[in-house]
């Protein structure tokens, strides 16, 4: 058993830290406590040390979890979706950070029309490193995905995502973490209405201290709080 609220406690301070060197307020900063693959219990322990905010990457899993677990937490959806599973996440979800396609985006604003939710607050997922193996769009079609999702009615575009490359030494990402910022900056200054830029949703448990450092308003920690995860369970 993993001691998950001793785990949160340090992750917290590791935050206050470096709230503390970047000079930012520690309010600034929300963490997402990642819990796929992890069992409900895990998750009650963490709410009972006062995590909110939790983040899953499977729709099935995600509704699993949202039906037996407290009414008062946020739900974040991070991974890979799919267009044909949008329809259970419509109104359930906090935040949706994984919109990685302007097809995903149509489907999302489909599925919300259809429902009559008015406004699904999204990030656009970004591919900042360029990596084969990931989603997110390229930076170069940024500009045009944003512009082109900003006109969908039910939509809300909060900011931006990146899932920053793996590495053994964080400060490997610093420079990705500073043009995601970078990115959201310009971005904001072209004032498309419908679209702010006031979330940055970047760091994971091995570098979300530089991703703090660089501006991040969202961190995703999992491992750092929960422990390994285990696929074949
Ligand atoms: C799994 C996952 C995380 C958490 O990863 P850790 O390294 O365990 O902290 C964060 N973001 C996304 C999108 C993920 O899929």
């Given amino acids: 058993m993993e001691k998950v609220s ?13 709230c503390r060197r970047a000079g ?3 309010e600034e900063v ?15 322990e963490a709410y009972s040390a006062g995590a909110r905010d939790f ?16 009414p008062d937490i946020r739900w974040h959806m991070i991974g890979h979706l799919q267009t044909n599973k949008v329809k259970p996440l419509i109104g359930r979800t906090a935040l949706i950070h994984s919109v990685d396609s302007i097809h995903l985006a149509v489907a999302i ?12 607050p999204i990030l656009i997922e970004v591919n900042i490193a360029g990596e084969e193996s990931k989603y997110g769009i ?13 006109k969908f009615p039910h939509l809300q575009i909060r900011g931006l995502m990146t899932i920053a ?10 420079s990705y973490f500073r043009e995601l910022k970078q990115l959201s900056v310009d971005i ?8 702010s830029m006031e979330v940055l949703s970047m760091g994971m448990t091995g570098d979300y201290e530089v991703a703090i450092e660089e501006g991040a308003t969202i961190v995703r920690v999992g491992t750092g709080i929960f422990g390994e995860r285990n696929y074949k369970i």
Avoid: C, H, M, W
């Fill in 6 to 18: 001793e785990n949160l406690f340090q992750v917290e301070q590791r935050i206050q830290e470096a």
């Fill in 30 to 44: 929300t963490l997402i406590a990642v819990s796929k693959t992890k069992p409900v219990e895990l998750i009650q």
């Fill in 138 to 150: 390229r930076k170069i079609e940024l500009f045009d995905t944003i512009r082109e999702a900003s």
């Fill in 55 to 70: 983040g899953e990457n499977k729709v099935q899993e995600l509704i699993r979890k949202i039906e037996v677990l407290p």
């Fill in 165 to 174: 490359p793996f590495v053994y030494d964080p400060e490997y990402n610093r």
């Fill in 24 to 26: 930012r307020n520690r």
């Fill in 109 to 120: 604003e489909k599925q919300a029309a259809a429902l009559g939710v008015s406004k699904v």
């Fill in 188 to 195: 904001a200054a072209k004032n498309i209405d419908n679209v």
